[in-house]
């Protein structure tokens, strides 16, 4: 299998993860850290109404994952959509230690984890931007491009490539949701500090795999 189809497949794992952390995050803290719509809303809405502190906190957020984007963008700067797995392995291998973090941070109740997760969050939905065009931290992206697959179907058809991706869409969709209803139940039977850090394990382990890929 070639990196860019083997980043496809890490990409359904990394979505779920991303959901679990968010739903988890909105659960505990009523605040999401991976897709940067409502925080690009609630920011400027908050600071312009009176409310500061969370106006400047959403910013805030939006700031975290720019960096997190940052640091994929400069995983991938050689080689862009052609960069090897295992030259993106360490960041990665880095996002999933922040998660790690973040849900220790989240089990102590320190707000601030809000900001490490939106670090991992950005890395390995640059990452995935950059050598897919697939994104794992929002659906606004994929139910677009899903959109317009299906009606392309109906009026027309698609070529292999087409249906292959629109598959790949459909699989990252499911599993944002599943993400969400998964961190629900955990959080019935464990912290979500912990939901979090169990999110990790499979980050990290993509980063350990892709540092050892020939």
């Not at 994104?135 to 179907?153: A, E, F, Y």
């Not at 944002?176 to 959080?187: D, E, K, N, P």
């Amino acid at each position: 299998v070639g990196d860019k189809r083997m980043m496809v497949r890490w990409s359904y794992v990394m979505c779920l993860c991303n959901s679990l952390v968010n739903s988890a995050t909105l659960i505990q803290f009523e605040e999401v850290v991976m897709h940067m719509t409502g925080p690009s809303s609630k920011g400027p809405l908050f600071l312009a109404s009176g409310l500061a502190t969370s106006g400047w906190h959403n910013l805030a957020t939006i700031g975290a994952f720019l960096i997190g984007c940052l640091f994929a963008g400069l995983a991938t700067a050689k080689r862009d959509g052609d960069t090897p797995i295992v030259d993106c392995a360490p960041t990665i291998l880095f996002a999933g230690l922040l998660l790690l973090v973040s849900g220790a941070m989240a089990k102590a109740n320190v707000f601030s984890c809000l900001y490490v997760a939106a670090v991992a969050g950005g890395m390995l939905n640059g990452l995935t931007s950059k050598m897919t065009t697939y994104r794992v931290s929002h659906v606004t992206g994929t139910v677009t491009d899903m959109g317009l697959l299906i009606g392309k179907k109906f009026a027309s058809s698609l070529e292999p490539a087409l249906s292959l991706k629109l598959r790949d869409l459909t699989v990252l969709m499911g599993l944002w949701l599943v993400g969400g209803c998964t961190a629900f139940w955990m959080s019935n039977v464990m912290s979500v500090g912990k939901v979090m850090s169990l999110a990790s394990v499979p980050v990290l382990l993509l980063g350990l795999k892709g540092i050892f890929h020939k």
